[in-house]
């Protein structure tokens, strides 16, 4: 009954490769995010996707997309993958609402060779 | 100069201290003030949520929020082994489309 899941949990690819990350949640939530987490632990924001809008963070390269084949899902599709894409990915969901709590995945552990 | 500053630690307690983190922000727009914990290979997961100035107390947890100062504060008291991990602060402002911004954490270590 896990509240937001993601797969794969480890990833190890090669520099230039694509790969996508995969987030499904079942807590009925409207908005979904993705986060990256860097070696010393800071944690910033990607993307916040509703069916509404998307809403970008302007420092992420666009090599890197969202994308939502329904409400429970919002994978991360990453192309071209570089060294400094190395980090834990986590993916987010919570009701549309200002101020809605985010419930955080698992966590999915990226590897740049 | 990161929107939000916390001190990384580690910072190490005996069981049973009582553990002050905190975090001082930039931005005067934030309103909404969070704490997470994040144990060891896990997602982080909600502790404490404010929103505007003030404390709030759960349990063993008491979270401040000082906007004059832009200036967080998380008290655990009788600390726990079971609470050593990353704690993160959050905030986000009113109409952010629910976006966080996060301080870098800080490593909390509770010794028997």
């Known amino acids: 009954d896990t509240a937001v899941s993601q797969t794969p949990k480890y990833l190890v690819t090669q520099m230039g490769n694509d790969k996508s990350i995969k987030c499904e949640q079942n807590?009925?939530?409207?908005?979904m995010y993705w986060y990256k987490q860097d070696s010393k632990k800071f944690l910033k924001i990607m993307f916040s996707?509703?069916?509404?809008?998307?809403?970008i963070n302007e420092t992420v390269p666009n090599r890197f997309s969202p994308k939502s084949p329904d409400k429970a899902h919002l994978n991360l599709h990453i192309n071209s993958l570089e060294l400094g894409d190395s980090a834990v990915y986590f993916c987010?969901?919570?009701?549309?609402?200002?101020?809605?709590?985010?419930?955080f995945g698992p966590g999915t552990r990226l590897t740049v060779l | 100069q990161k929107e939000v500053e916390q001190d990384p630690g580690p910072l190490s307690v005996p069981e049973g201290a009582i553990v002050s983190l905190n975090c001082t922000y930039s931005n005067s727009a934030f309103q909404y003030f969070m704490w997470y914990r994040q144990y060891s290979r896990k997602g982080p997961e909600l502790l404490m949520y404010t929103y505007s100035s003030g404390n709030k107390e759960d349990g063993r947890f008491t979270a401040q929020v000082d906007k004059s100062s832009k200036y967080i504060s998380l008290f655990i008291r009788d600390s726990q082994p079971s609470d050593s991990a990353t704690y993160l602060c959050?905030?986000?402002?009113?109409?952010?489309?629910?976006?966080?911004?996060f301080g870098g954490g800080t490593r909390l270590m509770v010794k028997p």
């Open positions: 987010a969901s919570s009701q549309e609402l200002p101020g809605s709590v985010q419930f």
């Open positions: 959050a905030m986000r402002e009113n109409n952010a489309g629910n976006m966080l911004t």
């Open positions: 807590l009925g939530h409207d908005t």
């Open positions: 996707y509703n069916n509404k809008e998307l809403i």
